[in-house]
């Protein structure tokens, strides 16, 4: 039986919750902080009762913060003999964790943040801001100062250096 939060050993209690706490502090969310630290320091393979049962989570959120670990192969699935429920244990190499991380969430940034800027400008040179009129002028200029640090940006993301670093 896996032990309840409460009963987790101390150092892995503070460890799960660090990590939870380093996940929200991220934007990533802190049950998937949670999650990852317990697999992280579980010598076995893990089922989402017994994530539900150790982290105090509800089976929803085990299953969708397993789903997205997955996605950032932060976490695998184990088959266990004998067994027909899905188990998981973390991958431990954090660099291509963080690797993926960057890629769904910078990545997926950038490219909408194209997307909007282009609409907005596109919307105040169309005349859509109408309601701007006094500030028209000021508004455009802010957005095409976020236009050209956005370009830069995009520029650094697409560098040779961080796709070698993202290998």
């Given at each position: 039986?896996?032990?309840?939060?409460?009963?987790?050993?101390?150092?892995?209690?503070?460890?799960?919750?660090?990590?939870?706490?380093?996940?929200?502090?991220?934007?990533?969310?802190?049950?998937?902080?949670?999650?990852?630290?317990?697999?992280?320091?579980s010598p076995r393979?893990?089922?989402?009762?017994?994530?539900?049962?150790?982290?105090?989570?509800?089976?929803?959120?085990?299953?969708?913060?397993?789903?997205?670990?997955?996605?950032?192969?932060?976490?695998?699935?184990?088959?266990?003999?004998?067994?027909?429920?899905?188990?998981?244990?973390?991958n431990e190499w954090?660099?291509?964790?963080?690797?993926?991380?960057?890629?769904?969430?910078?990545?997926?940034?950038?490219?909408?943040?194209?997307?909007?800027?282009d609409e907005l400008?596109?919307?105040?040179?169309?005349?859509?801001?109408?309601?701007?009129?006094?500030?028209?002028?000021?508004?455009?200029?802010?957005?095409?100062?976020?236009?050209?640090?956005?370009?830069?940006?995009?520029?650094?993301?697409?560098?040779?250096?961080?796709?070698?670093?993202?290998?």
């Amino acid at each position: 039986m896996t032990p309840s939060a409460h009963e987790l050993p101390t150092v892995v209690r503070r460890f799960v919750e660090d990590a939870g706490n380093t996940a929200q502090s991220l934007g990533v969310g802190r049950v998937l902080g949670q999650i990852y630290g317990y697999l992280y320091l579980s010598p076995r393979p893990r089922s989402l009762a017994d994530l539900e049962n150790a982290l105090g989570i509800s089976k929803g959120s085990a299953s969708m913060g397993v789903r997205q670990l997955e996605q950032w192969n932060a976490v695998r699935k184990i088959w266990v003999r004998g067994d027909r429920k899905d188990y998981y244990e973390a991958n431990e190499w954090l660099g291509e964790i963080v690797r993926n991380i960057l890629r769904d969430m910078v990545g997926s940034k950038l490219s909408t943040g194209t997307a909007l800027l282009d609409e907005l400008k596109a919307d105040i040179g169309n005349g859509a801001g109408g309601d701007l009129a006094p500030d028209r002028d000021f508004v455009a200029a802010r957005l095409q100062h976020l236009r050209d640090f956005h370009a830069k940006a995009q520029k650094v993301w697409n560098s040779s250096i961080v796709r070698m670093l993202l290998k």
